[in-house]
């Protein structure tokens, strides 16, 4: 389990949480959509699954990186120079629910190291530097019939606030809002 700076202990894999960088942009791709073909399969068409490229979200990564807003945070997780997870937030995107400030956009943790801490770790990064930019409350979307990321995310003191239904590469997505008024309790996890 991770120590509460991220970098790991005894009963667990030394985890380094730092911050992204554009060199990070192809490992975080690659990751990305290996996690969304494992964790999603039978929850979103496997149509859209197989068609996952590993390269499908590099370009975005590396754009993102280059014209990082002061607003914005990557913190990525690594074990033994391995990206094995990530987590990027800012400012909450127009259309969200009324009064939330900041948004966790994405917090994907490799499917062999699910209950590790390494997505808490995370998230508590992510909300921190949320809470440092003062974009707070804080909300999260995810898969509406995900029961793996609604307990991690109820687990850690979220409440649903909205859902929606979003258009994906031809196909709709049934999405759910997490939603947190401070950042206390992902700070204190």
């Given at each position: 389990?991770?120590?509460?700076?991220?970098t790991?202990?005894?009963?667990?894999?030394?985890?380094?949480i730092?911050?992204?960088?554009?060199e990070?942009?192809?490992?975080?791709?690659?990751l990305h959509?290996?996690t969304w073909?494992?964790?999603y399969?039978?929850?979103?068409?496997?149509a859209?699954?197989d068609?996952?490229?590993?390269?499908?979200?590099e370009?975005?990564w590396?754009?993102g990186?280059?014209s990082?807003?002061?607003?914005?945070a990557?913190?990525?997780?690594e074990?033994?120079?391995?990206i094995v997870g990530?987590?990027?937030?800012?400012?909450?995107r127009?259309?969200?629910?009324?009064?939330?400030?900041g948004?966790?956009?994405?917090?994907?943790?490799?499917?062999?190291?699910?209950?590790?801490?390494?997505?808490?770790?995370?998230?508590?990064?992510?909300a921190?530097a949320?809470?440092?930019?003062?974009?707070?409350?804080i909300?999260?979307?995810?898969l509406?019939d995900?029961?793996?990321?609604?307990?991690?995310?109820?687990?850690?003191?979220g409440?649903?606030?909205?859902?929606?239904?979003?258009?994906f590469?031809?196909f709709?997505?049934?999405?759910?809002?997490?939603?947190?008024?401070d950042?206390?309790?992902l700070?204190?996890?």
């Amino acid at each position: 389990m991770p120590t509460p700076d991220g970098t790991g202990g005894p009963d667990g894999p030394d985890v380094l949480i730092r911050s992204g960088v554009v060199e990070d942009a192809a490992e975080a791709s690659r990751l990305h959509a290996e996690t969304w073909r494992t964790s999603y399969r039978g929850l979103v068409p496997d149509a859209l699954l197989d068609q996952l490229a590993p390269t499908r979200w590099e370009d975005g990564w590396r754009r993102g990186f280059e014209s990082m807003d002061p607003t914005r945070a990557v913190r990525v997780a690594e074990i033994g120079g391995r990206i094995v997870g990530f987590v990027s937030a800012g400012r909450a995107r127009s259309g969200g629910p009324p009064g939330y400030r900041g948004e966790v956009y994405a917090l994907y943790i490799h499917p062999q190291r699910h209950g590790q801490g390494i997505g808490r770790a995370l998230l508590k990064a992510a909300a921190g530097a949320l809470a440092e930019r003062g974009l707070v409350p804080i909300v999260i979307w995810t898969l509406f019939d995900n029961p793996r990321s609604r307990a991690f995310y109820e687990g850690r003191g979220g409440v649903v606030i909205a859902e929606k239904r979003a258009p994906f590469d031809g196909f709709v997505l049934h999405e759910v809002a997490y939603g947190w008024t401070d950042a206390t309790a992902l700070l204190l996890d």
